[in-house]
């Protein structure tokens, strides 16, 4: 079993920058590729970022050119996600998840944190 607990969020104002933390606790089966996903109001949940067990390979969403970073310290245990230049529409709360496969998919992630609101005031 994985428990995952995300920090960081908050209100901040447009073109600030925000880290959010996850911190990993518990024993995996394998599911030890990261992701970040986000879900806005009426929106689905949509991927941000992922990375590998190593830290070596990471992926990101397209629409976010550049803007975010993922990171994870293995020990610490925790996956990072630096978010620089932010805008109003990048307000959502956001979830940390973990699975076995590389996938923008939600449905590839097994263990899923409570998430951690940011909000992002023009």
């Known amino acids: 079993q994985v428990q995952l607990l995300e920090s960081g969020g908050g209100l901040v104002q447009a073109g600030a920058s925000l880290r959010l933390s996850c911190a990993i606790s518990?024993?995996?089966?394998?599911?030890?590729?990261m992701g970040w996903f986000r879900q806005a109001p009426v929106k689905e949940r949509e991927f941000v970022a992922a990375?590998?067990?190593?830290?070596?390979?990471?992926n990101y969403a397209d629409s976010l050119s550049g803007r975010f970073t993922i990171s994870r310290d293995n020990a610490k245990n925790t996956v990072y996600l630096q978010m620089n230049s932010l805008t109003p529409e990048d307000t959502a709360v956001y979830y940390c998840?973990?699975?076995?496969?590389?996938?923008?998919?939600?449905?590839?992630?097994?263990?899923w944190g409570q998430g951690t609101q940011v909000t992002v005031s023009s």
């Open positions: 998840a973990a699975g076995r496969y590389k996938s923008p998919s939600p449905a590839a992630y097994t263990y």
């Open positions: 518990g024993r995996t089966s394998g599911e030890n590729r």
């Open positions: 990375i590998s067990w190593s830290g070596v390979s990471a």
